[in-house]
């Protein structure tokens, strides 16, 4: 899945693993790893492991994030709890690392996965699952376009503690209308000379019914 400021492609743990360990150690607080479901690997050993389970069969499907400026793997995200028979998908296991976050790359990311879904695959509704108290991953979510659902509570137990998960969810008739404000954001002219948006995702974004 190619874009202006980054591809997205099937994870290759051979090519990528490296550079998505360095990338996340630059986390020196291990704060990216809270609402995931491990502990911050120590180790590029102990990192394969994981993403080597991660990726065992054919859902989840992991996918790198490579920054199209230095060619370097900055970041993971997978499709998951693939539902073909009825349409659904859901986008999970995001780990951006601080080389992504907060950059063009980490929406167009988004953005690109969407689009796959929705206009290759032609799936009609695309989730997005988080505890409920990620508030950072809850904003990114309805920042993207995702609607909230609702919370359901004490779905599972993960670090030892309870989690309530809040369902998110972008369907295919909402679907044209929020790529339409995507491509309008991720335009060459949106940005200065300096990177910087002229117009902030939000004000091209559909407004809610």
């Known amino acids: ?21 360095a990338a996340n150690s630059l986390d020196t607080s291990g704060v990216n790893w809270t609402y995931l479901g491990v502990e911050a690997p120590k180790t590029l050993d102990d990192y394969v492991a994981w993403l080597r389970k991660l990726a065992a069969g054919d859902d989840p499907l992991p996918h790198a994030i490579v920054d199209e400026a230095t060619a370097k793997t900055v970041g993971l995200a997978t499709y998951m709890r693939i539902d073909r028979a009825n349409g659904v998908i859901e986008v999970g296991n995001i780990n951006y690392s601080p080389l992504l976050q907060r950059k063009p790359a980490a929406t167009e990311a988004m953005f690109l996965m969407m689009r796959r879904v929705f206009d290759e695959l032609g799936y009609r509704r695309y989730e997005w699952k988080c505890d409920s108290l990620n508030a950072a991953s809850r904003a990114a979510a309805a920042r993207l376009g995702f609607q909230y659902e609702g919370t359901f509570r004490q779905v599972v137990v993960y670090k030892g503690r309870n989690r309530d998960t809040a369902w998110f969810s972008i369907i295919d008739g909402e679907w044209p209308a929020l790529r339409a ?3 309008a954001w991720l335009a060459p002219e949106n940005f200065d000379a300096g990177g910087k948006q002229k117009r902030a995702l939000s004000e091209l974004m559909p407004r809610r019914q």
């Open 1 to 21: 899945m190619q874009g202006r400021f980054c591809r997205v492609e099937r994870l290759d743990i051979d090519r990528h693993a490296a550079e998505l360990f």
């Open 181 to 183: 404000a995507y491509e």
